[in-house]
């Protein structure tokens, strides 16, 4: 059983676009979320993250949102970049279990110029 | 700048070998993890450990076990290895336990298990 699931393995946008990488979740449990990005032949490295007790995060060109009721996150780039291609992963933790991060499949995104 | 160091990028094993796969933090942090990389699977935390001498299992620790005999290190075995362990191997360390606390990564140890 999967709980934290990123359904689009890949998405593709022009340079100056938004992308939007959705995540969903099933564990009602889950207090945090964070988002990794990941370069080929690097670790992911942290982006942003949110936690349940608010819809909203914004850090420069990357925002995040949170629909706890629907239990879905995503996290939108504006603008888009041609550096921003990467492997992006949504992870999720529990507040009481906060060493434990749970991650989804990733999402490809490639930037074109 | 915080770093985590995995000593080898690229590994290959022959099956039954025992395997050693180390991980070096230089930020004093009192958590490090053990995750695999797999296409479609995304990542899946095999170990964890909260302080010196001290081990969780995480989701997936079946064919594996680790060491930490000292803060900075944290050693992930393989008994003997299998070919479903070739896999991209992920060590990360955190400074807390707190849910925004984020997980700084090395750059990964790719082994292959022929």
């Known amino acids: 059983d999967q709980q934290v699931k990123q359904n689009s393995p890949s998405l593709s946008v022009q340079e100056g676009r938004i992308s939007i990488l959705n995540c969903d979740y099933t564990?009602?449990?889950?207090?945090?979320f964070l988002w990794y990005k990941k370069y080929p032949a690097e670790g992911p490295t942290f982006l942003i993250s949110i936690s349940s007790i608010k819809d909203k995060n914004e850090d420069g060109r990357f925002t995040v949102f949170l629909n706890k009721s629907a239990k879905h996150l995503s996290l939108h780039i504006v603008p888009s970049q041609p550096g921003d291609s990467a492997v992006y992963f949504c992870?999720?933790?529990?507040?009481?279990?906060?060493?434990?991060?749970?991650f989804g499949d990733g999402t490809t995104l490639t930037v074109k110029p | 700048d915080v770093k985590v160091t995995q000593s080898s990028r690229y590994l290959v094993k022959r099956t039954g070998e025992k395997v050693f796969l180390e991980c070096v933090q230089d930020?004093?942090?009192?958590?490090m993890f053990w995750y695999r990389q797999d296409p479609g699977l995304g990542l899946r935390l095999i170990y964890f450990?909260?302080?010196?001498?001290?081990?969780e299992k995480g989701d997936i620790p079946e064919g594996y076990s680790v060491s930490r005999e000292k803060k900075e290190r944290f050693s992930l075995i393989l008994e003997s290895a299998s070919t479903n362990q070739t896999s991209m191997y992920l060590c990360a360390s955190s400074s807390s336990r707190q849910g925004n606390s984020p997980l700084h990564f090395g750059n990964g140890t790719r082994l292959t298990v022929t």
């Open positions: 930020m004093d942090h009192e958590n």
């Open positions: 450990s909260y302080d010196v001498k001290m081990k």
């Open positions: 992870a999720a933790r529990e507040a009481f279990n906060a060493g434990k991060s749970t």
């Open positions: 564990n009602s449990m889950f207090d945090y």
